[in-house]
């Protein structure tokens, strides 16, 4: 990832229902969310909530499928992965040592979810 598509993506999630519905789709993943169902979890008009996922979508964040009459959105895990790996490339100078408690709060996903 370059510095280009990493600020886009930061830029993406810089608003606060795009944050949320990302947030939202990464809880359900991996069978996603139609996006009516988005809008109504976050109380979101439909049509800007479209909008919403249509920039989501443009950065990388989610993906759709269509699936008879609705369109599925989730989470693409692999574009947040290499997000955190483009923040973290240069941690820590080559002292890993230092980066653990980092490490140790991504191994914690699953504690921090159920405390929220």
């Given amino acids: 990832m370059d ?3 990493a600020t ?9 229902t ?10 359900h993943e991996p069978e996603g969310l139609p996006a009516g169902e ?7 008009p439909h049509n800007t909530m479209s909008a919403h996922l249509s920039v989501l ?3 990388g964040w989610v993906m759709s ?11 693409d895990l ?4 290499e997000t955190v790996r483009f923040l ?3 941690c820590c100078g080559g002292h890993p040592e230092v980066c653990e408690p980092f490490l140790d709060v991504l191994g914690e996903c699953s504690v921090i979810e159920a405390k929220e």
């Fill in 8 to 16: 886009q993506s930061f830029a993406a999630l810089s608003q606060e």
């Fill in 38 to 44: 988005i809008a109504r979890q976050l109380s979101v």
């Fill in 18 to 27: 795009r944050l949320q519905a990302y947030r939202l789709l990464v809880r």
């Fill in 88 to 90: 973290v490339h240069d």
């Fill in 65 to 75: 499928r269509r699936q008879s009459r609705s369109i599925i959105y989730r989470a």
């Fill in 3 to 5: 510095i280009t598509i």
């Fill in 57 to 59: 979508a443009r950065a």
């Fill in 78 to 81: 692999s574009h947040m992965k």
